[in-house]
């Protein structure tokens, strides 16, 4: 995990902690004036987790967890100025940051947009941010950024597509959002500081492959369309089905072979290579594609050209004028399949190759773009978008 060298040509000033949950991870970073000092991953056992009857009751245990491995450190929370939480599953939003707040947390807790770890970040974070700024108190200690304040960046439902992006086939039936909003929005900054380039004169299809696989429209600061990544429309993943013809899946889910539960993890888990060969490691597919196992040779042929069927339609959203093609993630690190990608979809745009995914570093970045009073600080509402 790299220095945060700068931020809008400045040294980045201020002690931040970056939470972000997992399934059965709780992963957290703490950052001193731009240098990383802690990375640390703690797992939950499933005897420990089996304790909770739902994930979002694992609160207060992953929340002391963190407490407790920041004191064997020896790290002071009065001296923590911000936390960065990764984003959860709310609506309505679009991208940037938010502060933590009751709409937040309410809309987190209840799982109204979905059950998944990710919504305990945001909790957790504002729980130590309350500690903090308690101890403060306690202390009479006057910090140098105010109090201390939780923030998310980039939700995974952020949604600035355009209307006509929205319409699906049938009312019932529109197009949501949800893709790798935090990596795919640092990777844009990233390229805009590479090259120089201002945002607002910039179009850009970035793909984020990892377990799940999602590709944005990125254009004037905004991203204008994009796959869902848990919801079906998307392409083939190492671990999630893609986009599923209707019917069979009707056919499918009235058989009475399986339970709605069943099938969900079919689609997502234990879909694409999973499916096929009972692996999510794409490293092993290359390989025996590589060596000429004629399953495996097709399956990646499937894989690449699904990408790049997404990525060339959302060059149809602006008429083609794209400036940059940008592969990311941890799939992104096989040779093989970028350049299995560029060919089939270079005669659109040049394409970039920015392998791997770093949230951490990426909502610290955040951090001390919100500490240099770089950013415009988004308040969440539960019932409607506000833009201020």
């Known amino acids: 995990m790299a220095r945060i060298e700068n931020i809008n040509g400045k040294a980045p000033k201020g ?6 949950t997992g399934s059965i991870t709780t992963k957290f970073a703490y950052y001193q004036d731009g240098d990383i000092v802690i990375d640390q991953k703690l797992e939950h056992s499933v005897e420990e987790l089996s304790k909770f009857a739902d994930v979002m009751d694992q609160d207060r245990m992953r929340t002391d967890a963190i407490l407790g491995a920041l004191k064997e450190k020896g790290i002071r929370l009065e001296d923590i100025d911000i936390v960065m939480c990764r984003g959860g599953l709310f609506t309505p939003c679009i991208t940037g940051v938010y502060n933590v707040n009751a709409d937040m947390r309410e809309v987190l807790s209840s799982s109204r947009e979905g059950n998944h770890a990710c919504n ?33 960046a980039d939700p995974p439902m952020a949604d600035e597509m355009l209307p006509e992006c929205h319409v699906g086939g049938i009312p019932e039936f529109p197009r949501r959002t949800l893709f790798h909003a935090l990596n795919t929005r640092a990777i844009m900054r990233r390229f805009l500081r590479d090259t120089g380039r201002k945002a607002e004169d910039t179009t850009a299809i970035i793909c984020h492959m990892g377990g799940g696989v999602t590709i944005s429209l990125h254009r004037g600061g905004r991203v204008i369309d994009t796959s869902h990544g848990l919801g079906g429309d998307g392409p083939i993943t190492p671990e999630r089905a893609g986009c599923c013809p209707p019917y069979p899946l009707i056919d499918m889910c009235f058989s009475g072979k399986y339970t709605k539960q069943e099938i969900k993890k079919k689609l997502i888990g234990k879909g694409g290579a999973v499916a096929y060969f009972g692996t999510n490691d794409m490293r092993e597919v290359v390989r025996k594609a590589q060596e000429g196992v004629p399953e495996y040779s097709v399956f990646m042929k499937a894989f690449v050209l699904n990408i790049a069927k997404y990525i060339v339609a959302q060059a149809a ?59 415009k600080i988004h308040t969440y509402n539960k019932d409607h978008l506000i833009e201020d």
Not at 124 to 140: F, Q, T, V
Not at 331 to 352: C, F, G, L, N
């Open 15 to 20: 002690n931040i902690l970056v939470v972000n």
């Open 120 to 152: 305990l970040s945001a909790l957790i974070g504002d729980n130590i941010a309350e500690e903090i700024n308690a101890l403060r108190d306690k202390e009479g200690l006057k910090p140098r950024f105010g109090k201390c304040i939780a923030y998310v």
């Open 317 to 375: 959203v602006v008429d083609g004028k794209v400036d940059v093609i940008i592969l990311t993630g941890g799939v992104a690190y096989s040779q093989y399949i970028t350049d299995a990608i560029t060919r089939k979809v270079s005669w659109v745009a040049p394409v970039r190759v920015y392998p791997g995914e770093n949230e951490l570093e990426s909502l610290a970045e955040n951090g001390y773009i919100i500490l240099a009073g770089e950013t």
